[in-house]
């Protein structure tokens, strides 16, 4: 056995004998019997070739030859107690409000997060509404306009982009082509935001390309995804959602669709909570390289 092959477990055996001075002792510290903390000693040194550890009926010694290792032991319990004080500064609860829209890429993204830190709680809320991060309604904000808090922090994540979207029977049944003309779209079923959202830049551009029969309206960017996939037109949806659908089918429009630029939101004062920052960190690497 070479040093780089030692386990936590060979070299805390060795360092409860060092720190009590006796297998009895070690045994108590470590929850197991003495017999069993003395085998374990045996396999190690058995392993290494040469005694660790100098027995006599007065208790337990270590030979010269052990210190080094019980030095590496030390330096491996200071690590893992350091590790053990973040996760428990990382524990928590994190409340996250963004556009429905977001929600769903995001959910993987906070679900990869909790299976590394498992003390983290996350309260995802889904609203339309920007919430007052600088009140206290949430900890960290997605969204796609900036309030200008001295209180806040508004962090770029990238620009989201739009563009048309159909599932692929509407198009082989309706469209019967993915490139569309300035005259296609005032032909076609659109699925579109309810009217009080028509001054969304996306909404702004379905005009632009002539849009004229809206079969579908929702407040809700979920319902124009699910609206879509069932065939009932084409809607307008951000890449990050309407790419991921393997179900629909990407148009080509006369005019290219508008961007808007997402920003994430959080209290200047919770930048160095851990909880939060690690929902920031790993928010922040999904959008960009989505984005």
Known sequence: MEIDDLTWDDLRVLLAVHRHQSFLSAGKALGQSTSTTARRLDRLEAALGRRLVVRSTSGTSLEPTALPLVALAEQVELGLAEVGRRAEGAAGVVRLSTGDGFARALTPVLAALRRVHPGLSIELVAEARLADVARGEADVAVRTARSQSAVLVEKPLGR??????????????????????????????????????????????????????????????????????????????????????????????????????????????????PRVRLVVDAITAAFRAAL
């Open 160 to 273: 989201l982009h739009f563009a048309l979207y159909a599932s692929s029977r509407y198009v082989e049944e309706r469209l019967r082509t993915t490139t569309l003309g300035r005259d296609d779209l005032a032909r076609a079923d659109v699925i579109a935001h309810t009217k009080d959202l028509a001054g969304l830049p996306q909404n702004v551009w379905l005009s632009q390309l002539g849009a004229q029969r809206f079969v579908f309206r929702s407040n809700a960017d979920a319902v124009l995804v699910e609206a879509a996939k069932a065939s009932q037109g084409v809607a307008v949806l951000a890449e990050l959602v309407g790419n991921a659908e393997k179900d629909l089918v990407r148009l080509t429009t006369p005019l290219p669709g508008p961007s808007v630029p997402v920003w994430l939101v959080f209290q200047r004062a919770s930048r160095d909570v």
